[in-house]
């Protein structure tokens, strides 16, 4: 019998390491994920000073032996502000460009930029895309010009109608049109219906153009109606002031 509790004690002793062993669960493990980063053909690299305001134009797409390069601009009036790639060949040496490439642009304000070494391919499709870019934006800028300007342009023009005045073959009224000082229009608002006078007074206006004042001469055939013509016109410089 006391040979026996050796044993037991020895039996449960080598029972303990079973006990404390835990089996893995295939369910249970767990893994670390590095964060993904993407690719260099599927983000388009930007920079830019200032916001993203202003008017924004797409480039051409150009393909090139690496893949296709379009760049997008955005502009505060003709200045560029931004330039972002909305395509770009995935190559590392074009990731290590780009970012050089829209520094000298923003530098430059135009597409004459270096060649980056390594990229010449990338370079020569981005500053045409870009130069495209710039031409579109000074198009556009041509054919809408800017609130400013188009206000100054209307407040400089005033229209003044001069008096009417009743002669003996009619009444006789001139509406004048100034850029400035400048005389830029007549139109008769008031005339006689008469052949003299409607041969008359394309001459009157013509000669108010040139002379911009009302001291013109009196058409041959048409004095009353000249006369009263340039006493219209005199009101309306004179309203004018």
């Known amino acids: 019998m006391k040979r026996a509790i050796p044993v037991v004690v020895l039996s449960i002793a080598g029972l303990v390491p079973i006990w404390r062993y835990e089996p893995s669960l295939g369910g249970s493990t767990s893994?670390?994920?590095?964060?993904?980063?993407?690719?260099?053909s599927s983000s388009a690299s930007s920079s830019g000073s200032g916001s993203s305001s202003g008017t924004v134009v797409k480039g051409t797409t150009v393909t090139t032996e690496k893949g296709p390069v379009q760049v997008q601009v955005t502009f505060e009036g003709d200045r560029i502000t931004a330039v972002k790639m909305l395509q770009q060949p995935n190559h590392p040496q074009t990731t290590a460009a780009v970012p050089k490439l829209i520094a000298e642009t923003l530098e430059a304000q135009s597409a004459d930029i270096d060649t980056v070494s390594g990229a010449t391919i990338t370079t020569e499709g981005y500053k045409e895309s870009l130069q495209a870019a710039i031409d579109a934006n000074a198009e556009a800028a041509a054919a809408s010009p800017s609130p400013s300007a188009a206000a100054s342009t209307a407040s400089a023009a005033r229209t003044v109608d001069g008096s009417a005045v009743n002669t003996e073959k009619g009444t006789v009224q001139v509406q004048v049109t100034?850029?400035?000082?400048?005389?830029?229009?007549?139109?008769?608002?008031?005339?006689?219906?008469?052949?003299?006078?409607?041969?008359?007074?394309?001459?009157?206006?013509?000669e108010t153009l040139e002379a911009q004042s009302a001291d013109i001469d009196t058409v041959s055939g048409a004095t009353i109606t000249s006369d009263g013509y340039k006493e219209s016109l005199q009101a309306a410089i004179d309203a004018k002031g």
């Not at 100034?178 to 041969?199: C, E, R, W």
């Open 178 to 206: 100034f850029d400035g000082d400048k005389i830029s229009a007549v139109k008769m608002l008031q005339q006689p219906n008469h052949p003299q006078t409607t041969a008359a007074v394309p001459k009157l206006i013509a």
């Open 31 to 40: 893994t670390t994920e590095a964060a993904s980063t993407p690719s260099a």
